[in-house]
């Protein structure tokens, strides 16, 4: 709340952090690739939807599969400070959250106890 306050994180995004991708509507887009999963890929949609920072992250994850592959199957990738596709240096400490509600919906507590600690 504070930092909402101070204009230092969105009201989107701290909703879509909260709830995810809310909709009960399928958009017939399939996800990708096998091994993302499927509330994941919807969530990585809602997320693009909002722009800015976010408007290619579809075609992110399509283009560098092994990439994102990679980064999701580390033991603790929230503790990793290179984000793919350049990520790292686009968003904030708050936005790295986003990426780890997507992809690692089981790291997403350790990540918030380290977003806590910076």
Known sequence: MIMEGENEISKQELDFFLK?????????????????????WKDAKRLAELGGTWKNLLDDIKDNEKTWKRWQDLEAPESEPNLPCGYSQKLTEFQKLLLIRI????RVVNAIKLFIMV
């Open 20 to 40: 995810g991708n809310i909709s009960l509507a399928n958009t017939g887009d399939p996800k990708p690739f096998k091994w993302l999963d499927d509330r994941g």
């Open 103 to 106: 992809f690692r919906t089981d």
